[in-house]
């Protein structure tokens, strides 16, 4: 099956068009972890469209136990989430061999002083649009590990 092109509408009227890639390449899995329902749920659908196998959780307890089953691709992580900061999950990645080298996209509304930005693979300030996000994603998944 060709490449086809499909259009998301989110909130507040934007349309986001994206070229849906043949579906036997094989996809990258992106790990989506935002406390923000609708924020993930529009990273879920515009990675998704992009061609990629997005796993959405709603926090870092959720992400570190999916990972514990096996590595993801790239992960997409807010910064500000309950029981668990994007800090403390990207620690908790870091002690797992599997996972140490994974492409981590840190994306958050607050502006942290004391925030190393060369501990995460990309850093985005909210808010983003979904081209930032995508480009993103690419960039990080196209670099050597």
């Known amino acids: 099956m060709p490449p086809f092109e499909v259009e998301l509408l989110a909130p507040g009227g934007f349309v986001y068009?994206?070229?849906?890639?043949?579906?036997?390449r094989l996809a990258a899995t992106v790990l989506v972890v935002d406390d923000d329902p609708a924020l993930r749920a529009l990273y879920e659908k515009v990675l998704t469209l992009?061609?990629?196998?997005?796993?959405?959780?709603?926090?870092?307890?959720?992400?570190?136990?999916?990972?514990?089953?096996?590595?993801?691709?790239?992960?997409?992580?807010?910064l500000m989430m309950p029981r668990l900061d994007g800090r403390s999950v990207k620690r908790g990645f870091d002690a797992n061999a599997a996972m140490k080298n994974v492409p981590v996209i840190l994306v958050t509304g607050h502006v942290?002083?004391?925030?190393?930005?060369?501990?995460?693979?990309?850093?985005l300030y909210k808010p983003i649009s979904v081209e930032v996000l995508v480009k993103a994603v690419?960039?990080?998944?196209?670099?050597?590990s």
């Open 17 to 24: 068009t994206a070229t849906v890639p043949p579906a036997s």
């Open 50 to 78: 992009e061609g990629y196998a997005v796993i959405a959780v709603a926090d870092g307890v959720e992400a570190l136990k999916y990972v514990e089953d096996g590595p993801v691709d790239a992960v997409v992580l807010d």
């Open 112 to 123: 942290a002083p004391d925030l190393d930005p060369h501990e995460f693979s990309c850093v």
């Open 138 to 144: 690419r960039d990080c998944l196209s670099r050597p």
